[in-house]
């Protein structure tokens, strides 16, 4: 009876195994004819995306189409290898991260007015076919180069404007602004036209950050280290600089808050300084913090980069 069992089961596997090969077989056959070769066409771009079908069908099916769209985006992501190199400018893993976002954002901007294609599914998995009109990708590129061009305009004039009125931080920020709204384009011109003149934002922007930094420098009335004593920062015109970051460094030990800006008045008073025996003199340093300065006003790496390449206003206090 066992046997007779046993028997049984083989028979309804090896049924069960034909069965599975059958319809491999003929799920094959009836394969679309973009899966088996990718198809082309000079009028468009073409995403084929693939997912298992574990969970629910809305879920994998919602993946494939992530997937095609990604497949879309990496053929137009050549459009902003210049972009690529032009955050390549801090540390390894932030460059990694922020430049992988930032293409992302970028070509996913680009994708719209994709169109569905087609869908077929076997056993395993599901596959979805999108596309992208080459003209559409092309009319919301320039679009987007409108806006961005527009806005940088904007910015640029409001920087200043600040820059005019002596609110200098703030001017820094909106001159950032600037940069970063023509980062995808600055392997192209960047020139504009402000009041019939042609104008290249990028280099004037970038001009205008050197200078304004360049011009700031630290100021006490006194050469000593007494409490009372204060620091002001000053520009170029001898006007005063508010919230500026200042970095403070002490020869006679460790400073619990080393990192302050100027007040509205463009002043910082000396911090507490830690009690020190030994009867040699001590000095303490102020320079302007550029690493801060460039978290402060921005997230784009490059203007950071640009920012922290400057030369750095300071001045030494000793007892």
Sequence with gaps: MQKIFTLIAITILLSACASTKKQAALLEESKPAWLKERPTDPDYYFGIGITPKIGAPMLYEDKAKERALADI???????????????????????????????????????????????????????????????????????????????????????????????????????????????????ESTSTDINGKQLDLASEATVQINKMINSFEIVSDLNNLDPSNFFVVYDGDERTVSNCPVHFKYSGGYLVNDHVKTDDKGKVAIPALPQTETVQSQELSIEIDLLNLGRQVTKNLYVRKLIEQQKAGSLILGE
């Design 73 to 187: 985006s990496s053929q137009i992501n050549s459009t902003i290898k210049a972009e690529a190199l032009f955050y390549q400018v801090e540390d390894k893993q932030g460059v990694h991260e922020y430049l992988q976002n930032r293409i992302k954002s970028t070509s996913s901007e680009y994708l719209e007015g994709y169109e569905y294609v087609d869908d077929w599914e076997d056993l395993s998995n599901v596959y979805l076919m999108y596309r992208l009109s080459k003209q559409k990708y092309k009319e919301t590129k320039e679009l987007r180069k409108k806006k961005a061009f527009k806005l940088a305009t904007e910015k640029y004039l409001k920087g200043l404007e600040l820059r005019d009125e002596g609110r200098h931080i703030s001017a820094i920020e909106h001159f950032a602004q600037t940069l970063d709204a023509l980062s995808g384009y600055m392997n």
